[in-house]
């Protein structure tokens, strides 16, 4: 339905290898993009608290500030310890310029 639909983030201000955020109700959301492509996740760590925004992005996979847990953007997937639980995957679309991600 329409209104799971939330606008996190304008394309023209996303850059390779940065990751942006937004809070949208009492959910974080971490923006990427990868090879010209749009990809949001959860932006907390399923480890501990720590923002995924803050860590580091190369080659499609996200790296945890706080303890180095690594997941894979596209799909969630922890890619081992400390992290063993996937991180939250959202779908885009993009309208205009405006990037929305589906909740819940
Ligand atoms: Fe992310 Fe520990 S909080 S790896």
Not at 30 to 51: K, P, R, S
Not at 87 to 101: E, F, R, S
Request: aromatic content about 6%; proline content about 2%.
């Amino acid at each position: 339905m329409a209104e799971d639909w939330h606008k996190v983030a304008r394309r023209s201000e996303l850059a390779e290898g940065e990751i942006a955020s937004a809070t949208v109700g009492d959910k974080q959301v971490a923006i990427y993009l990868i090879d010209g492509e749009v990809h949001a996740t959860d932006n907390i760590c399923t480890h501990a608290f720590a923002c995924l925004s803050d860590g580091y992005l190369e080659n499609g996979i996200i790296e945890c500030p706080l303890h180095a847990g690594r997941f894979e953007v596209k799909t969630g997937k922890a890619l081992g310890a400390p992290v063993n639980v996937d991180i939250a995957v959202y779908a885009v679309k993009l309208v205009g310029d405006d990037v929305l991600v589906k909740l819940g």
